[in-house]
């Protein structure tokens, strides 16, 4: 008995003695030992540090995957720490529990250490495994089930399928498994412009085709209905569809925590202030060796006992972004004073970072207490940086001096109410596909449609000029009373007239042929002097051209045997005549003319009357400076016989020529 009492007086003097550099030493084996505690409790031991990443409620996924690897796992799932060595803290673990087997440590994002204690298992492949073939958003408990797939295939595919991992990403990670709220926004921005602008496109397109179907002739062969029907059918669908396609809900891996998980840490600590007024947090590095701790204890006892002064809490505790406070120490300290319901001064010493937040609620001490602290003392100096217990012990000192000095007031002081952190259940929680940037997007998509319906057309019509230009051929004669100006320009009749003329002259293939069609070739050629080059020279006049145009179109009609001797008086260019009609010929007044009329021109003279004066083909009238007139009243040239047929204006043409 005398011996052992000897011995635990040498080692309390050792500990008393020690160094701050030989209580860093001894901190792993502080924090081992309460791990290998938990272990043995449970071989699954989730932190309640995490909640807002792993919560503690995820204990049992961890311990299902654990029990695939066939041989006793034990897991830790703590926050990183950047003053411990992973291998070395397992290592301790293993020492203090005494048990062989696969140990793995968990941080906030993956697997971070594995080791193999007695057991062979293909551990350091499997941690490679989860490591390349995971992106960094995957988190902790998909990266512990990679780990675990790759530990159960053995050792052989293992090392093989981690040399495969390593090469295969070693540039490029692999994609992000997890989208955030700015790829939300993108998505509901998409939506919106999609929603409004391919409907809208559709309408406009149709509608520009439809316009041109007119002039073919074609655009009552489509239902009205059709195009409207596949615009809505079209919205809909992309209502329907974008859900299903952009179906992200979360932009983390982490689930909610529960009350219970978010309450944890603050109550661990609210009940250990109870205890001591110096909280270490159990799963850090010790910071504080023996004699530092005794002399902090020494300090708030003198603190509280002296006039003005009052009760110190000090909580060394790692604030993370994952915590409950969200790595907020102001929040964590009112949560901690509400949880204990003892007032004092709280004091947050992060032994992960090193900084120290001071918070009053309830002494006589001035509000700008936490503003007059030194840098030194919340943020340390160079030397701090440099120690891996951050110098606290000393800083926590030079703190408790600093409040011996401050100034006392007449009455306590509280804290102001803290901002909420965000909350858990939302935090990652995506906002809807139908919200934020997706008003937006419907204005720009209906922005865009028109945008790009018009160059659509501007490509259409241009195109088509080209195409006319490259290879010119007469206009489809149903196409003539929808695509035939009312007021040509010159260019337009002296390209329509050479190309009828060299078609006619092209699709006689017997010289010695001289049926009807032969007149009206013969007709058109005398206008132009026997020469079809002479209907684009310039000083052609359009009375000419058009007539022309008018007997090029009656040849070929004559050549494929079509016997209608009427063209359109309305607008010769329209083509054939189907009947005669009595037509109002001017906008005011009753003035009516006897012509023969297309088909178009007959149903707007039946229906609308008035809108006759608006088909009539004008040509310039050199004696109104060019004013454009009705044709028949800008020339007496052969062009006024259209209205009596083809007939009379080959007649008329002879007769201007001399030729009988």
Not at 256 to 285: I, M, N, T
Not at 581 to 602: E, F, I, K
Request: proline fraction near 8%; charged fraction near 25%; aromatic fraction near 6%.
């Amino acid at each position: 008995m005398l011996r052992l009492l000897l011995a635990l007086c040498a080692v309390a003097g050792i500990f008393a003695t020690a160094t701050p550099a030989q209580a860093a030493d001894a901190a792993p084996v502080t924090q081992a030992a309460y791990l290998a505690e938990r272990l043995r409790e449970n071989p699954v031991h989730v932190t309640d540090q995490l909640p807002r990443e792993v919560s503690r409620s995820t204990a049992p996924d961890f311990a299902r995957l654990a029990k695939k690897t066939g041989v006793p796992t034990y897991v830790l799932v703590l926050p990183s720490q950047s003053s411990t060595d992973g291998k070395q803290l397992l290592g301790a673990v293993h020492d203090r529990l005494g048990r062989d087997g696969l140990y793995v440590l968990v941080d906030d994002s993956a697997v971070a250490e594995a080791t193999a204690y007695g057991v062979r298992v293909p551990a350091e492949a499997a941690s490679t495994v989860a490591m390349y073939e995971l992106p960094y958003d995957a988190g902790p408990l998909r990266s512990f089930e990679r780990f675990i797939d790759v530990i159960a295939q053995g050792g052989e595919k293992a090392t093989a399928r981690a040399a495969a991992a390593r090469e295969t990403y070693r540039d490029d990670e692999p994609a992000e498994m997890y989208i955030g709220p700015s790829d939300r926004r993108n998505q509901s921005f998409l939506t919106g412009i999609l929603l409004t602008g391919v409907p809208l496109l559709i309408l406009l397109v149709a509608g520009f085709a439809r316009r041109r179907r007119r002039r073919s002739g074609a655009g009552r062969r489509v239902p009205r209905w059709v195009v409207p029907g596949a615009a809505v059918l079209t919205a809909a669908a992309i209502a329907l569809t974008a859900p299903l396609v952009f179906d992200q809900t979360r932009s983390s891996a982490a689930q909610p925590p529960s009350p219970a998980d978010l309450s944890a840490r603050v109550d661990r600590v609210a009940a250990g202030l109870k205890k001591d007024p110096v909280y270490a947090d159990p799963e850090s590095p010790r910071v504080l060796d023996s004699r530092r701790l005794d002399r902090l204890h020494d300090r708030i006892r003198d603190f509280r006992r002296s006039d003005g002064g009052g009760p110190v809490y000090v909580a060394l505790v790692p604030q993370t972004p994952a915590s409950e406070s969200a790595g907020d120490s102001w929040l964590f300290a009112a949560a901690v004073h509400a949880a204990s319901r003892q007032d004092g001064l709280y004091v947050v010493a992060d032994p992960d970072d090193g900084t120290i937040d001071v918070y009053n609620y309830g002494l006589r001490l001035a509000d700008s207490l936490s503003l007059d602290l030194p840098d030194a003392v919340t943020l340390g100096d160079s030397r701090a940086d440099k120690a891996d217990d951050h110098l606290l012990g000393e800083r926590l000192d030079t703190l408790m001096t600093f409040l011996d000095k401050a100034p006392r007031t007449d009455r306590p002081g509280f804290e102001s109410t803290p901002a909420a952190a965000p909350k858990a259940d939302e935090e990652y929680a995506l906002p809807p596909l139908f919200a934020t940037d997706f008003w937006p997007g419907l204005f720009v998509g209906a922005f865009a449609a028109l945008l790009l319906s018009g160059v659509v057309a501007g490509v259409m019509w241009t195109a088509g000029r080209l195409l006319r230009r490259r290879d010119p051929a007469p206009e489809a004669t149903h196409l003539l009373p929808f695509t035939a100006p009312t007021e040509p320009s010159a260019s337009y009749l002296r390209r329509t007239a050479y190309t009828e003329l060299t078609t006619l002259t092209g699709e006689f293939t017997d010289p010695d042929d001289r049926t009807r069609a032969w007149d009206h070739l013969d007709a058109a050629m005398l206008l132009v002097d026997g020469d079809p080059d002479r209907a684009r020279a310039a000083g052609t006049d359009p009375a000419t051209l058009v007539a022309v145009t008018v007997l090029a179109r009656a040849g070929r009609a004559a050549l494929a045997g079509d016997p209608d001797d009427l063209c359109c008086g309305v607008n010769p260019l329209h083509g054939p005549a189907v009947s005669r009609h009595h037509v109002r010929v001017a906008a005011q007044g009753n003035s009516r003319r006897l012509l023969p009329v297309c088909d178009p021109c007959r149903d707007t003279a039946i229906a609308e009357p008035g809108g006759i004066p608006g088909r009539l083909m004008k040509l310039p009238d050199p004696s109104l400076g060019n004013s454009r007139v009705p044709y028949y009243d800008a020339t007496d040239g052969p062009l006024t016989a259209v209205p009596d047929g083809i007939a009379r204006l080959i007649d008329k043409v002879r007769e201007t020529a001399g030729v009988h």
